[in-house]
């Protein structure tokens, strides 16, 4: 499966809570922003409890590989500081994000926010 995604195809993924699904994907995009530190991803989560335990997993994650260059993670929802928003938008390599925020911010914002169309 990882090559699968590796080298651009699409996958789904459908198993129980708890089996693995987040490593299929968190995988191949560790691995591209490893290979240049400019990418950027954003993981969209029902709710904002999920982003949360979701970040909690992916730092387990980097500081068990303690990649280079350093990968960094950044929760952006109604609860992000709007300080911590820019430096966010601006240095994460992995926003994870919920769809309200996707639809106040981010896509209201896109030219500004480095999304142009």
Do not use: W
């Amino acid at each position: 499966m990882f090559s699968d995604v590796d080298n651009g195809k699409n996958v789904i993924i459908t198993t129980g809570t708890s089996s693995g699904k987040s490593l299929a994907f968190y995988l191949p995009v560790l691995q591209r922003i490893i290979e240049d530190s400019r990418v950027r991803a954003l993981f969209i989560y029902p709710t904002k409890a999920l982003a949360q335990d979701q970040k909690a997993n992916l730092e387990k994650i980097l500081l068990a590989v303690k990649c280079s260059p350093e990968i960094t993670v950044g929760v952006y929802d109604g609860d992000t500081p709007p300080s911590e928003r820019k430096k966010i938008r601006e240095h994460a390599n992995i926003i994870l994000t919920n769809p309200d925020m996707l639809n106040v911010s981010f896509l209201p914002n896109h030219n500004r926010h480095g999304f142009q169309g």
